[in-house]
């Protein structure tokens, strides 16, 4: 299994001080992470707010972060701000594609080159790989194959949204499930944002939260689009974060809403138009 993922992008951090500098940035403990070992981050502003959405993988010195695309060059900009007088090499991959892959596949050993990223719950991981990406400059981002379209929806399922301009800095990490995936950790030290992140840990006091919409009709509301979720007769706003439609399986829409999470949601509306949920 080789599956293009033409909507993720990857930095490389290396240098003596790269595991520290990335540890001190991100809410993951990067400094724990061993030797092909990878986990899930968030980078966040000093609000609290989600920049970004990383999966950082270490390859023996080396660090690679994936994350969106569409955000690559302006988190690499910013932390490149903040990399001073250590002794750290940012680096956007531009001759680097993204793919997802079976990590049982035998054939990842012999690919010369490239590296498999562990995607973190799962035996699947995204591979970069020394190519020249087709570049998409369609409004929307890169058109999705099927097969790409399906990998998405896994991700979606899972609360996997890699964020992109429009919803970059629109939530905490707790609104979007980030720290229920693995890319929140509670028992690390200060990073940007930690302070308020921790506070609503430990308080319990999140009025939004996330949660994934299945119908079988075809429909992908742009991020941070407005909808309406109803529960009977109840009606309850939510913005749209991310969304995927398949041919076969219908679509999946991933939102965050003040709605309480143990109440079900049996159809939504988004431009006039009704949505049943599966």
Same mark, same amino acid.
């Given at each position: 299994?080789?599956?293009?993922?033409?909507?993720?992008s990857?930095?490389?951090?290396?240098?003596?001080?790269?595991?520290?500098f990335?540890?001190?940035?991100l809410?993951?403990?990067?400094l724990?992470?061993?030797?092909?070992?990878?986990t899930?981050a968030?980078?966040?502003?000093?609000?609290g707010?989600?920049?970004?959405?990383?999966?950082?993988?270490r390859?023996?010195d080396?660090h690679?972060?994936?994350?969106s695309?569409?955000?690559a060059?302006? /988190?690499a *900009?910013r932390?490149?701000?903040?990399v001073?007088r250590?002794?750290?090499?940012?680096?956007?991959l531009g001759q680097? =594609? #993204?793919?997802?892959?079976?990590?049982?596949?035998?054939?990842l050993a012999?690919?010369p080159?490239?590296?498999?990223?562990?995607v973190?719950?799962?035996n699947?991981?995204?591979m970069?790989a020394e190519?020249?990406p087709?570049v998409d400059?369609?409004?929307?981002?890169?058109?999705?194959?099927e097969?790409?379209?399906a990998?998405?929806?896994?991700e979606v399922?899972?609360?996997?949204?890699w964020?992109?301009?429009?919803?970059?800095?629109?939530?905490?990490?707790?609104m979007l499930g980030f720290?229920?995936?693995g890319?929140?950790?509670f028992?690390?030290?200060?990073?940007?944002?930690?302070? /308020?992140? *921790?506070?609503?840990?430990?308080l319990?006091k999140?009025?939004?939260?996330?949660?994934?919409?299945?119908?079988?009709? =075809? #429909?992908?509301?742009?991020?941070?689009?407005k909808?309406?979720?109803?529960?009977g007769?109840?009606e309850?706003d939510?913005?749209?974060?991310?969304s995927?439609?398949?041919?076969q399986a219908?679509?999946?829409?991933?939102?965050?809403?003040?709605?309480?999470p143990?109440l079900?949601v049996?159809?939504f509306?988004?431009?006039?138009?009704?949505?049943?949920?599966i």
């Amino acid at each position: 299994m080789n599956i293009a993922i033409p909507y993720l992008s990857a930095l490389r951090f290396s240098g003596e001080d790269a595991t520290e500098f990335l540890h001190n940035q991100l809410s993951a403990d990067v400094l724990g992470l061993a030797n092909g070992e990878s986990t899930f981050a968030c980078y966040c502003e000093p609000k609290g707010r989600v920049l970004a959405l990383m999966l950082v993988g270490r390859v023996d010195d080396t660090h690679f972060v994936i994350l969106s695309g569409s955000l690559a060059d302006t /988190i690499a *900009a910013r932390l490149k701000i903040y990399v001073m007088r250590a002794k750290v090499s940012i680096e956007v991959l531009g001759q680097y =594609s #993204v793919s997802g892959v079976q990590l049982d596949d035998e054939a990842l050993a012999n690919t010369p080159g490239s590296f498999a990223i562990k995607v973190p719950g799962s035996n699947t991981g995204l591979m970069l790989a020394e190519t020249t990406p087709t570049v998409d400059d369609s409004v929307g981002g890169p058109v999705m194959d099927e097969r790409t379209a399906a990998w998405k929806a896994s991700e979606v399922q899972r609360g996997i949204v890699w964020l992109d301009p429009a919803s970059s800095t629109q939530f905490l990490p707790q609104m979007l499930g980030f720290d229920q995936i693995g890319a929140v950790n509670f028992r690390k030290g200060c990073y940007p944002g930690q302070e /308020i992140v *921790a506070r609503i840990h430990y308080l319990g006091k999140v009025k939004r939260h996330a949660r994934c919409l299945h119908t079988e009709i =075809s #429909v992908e509301p742009l991020p941070m689009a407005k909808i309406k979720m109803y529960d009977g007769e109840d009606e309850y706003d939510a913005l749209v974060v991310d969304s995927v439609s398949q041919e076969q399986a219908g679509s999946f829409v991933f939102v965050v809403s003040r709605m309480d999470p143990e109440l079900a949601v049996d159809h939504f509306d988004y431009q006039q138009q009704s949505y049943p949920l599966i």
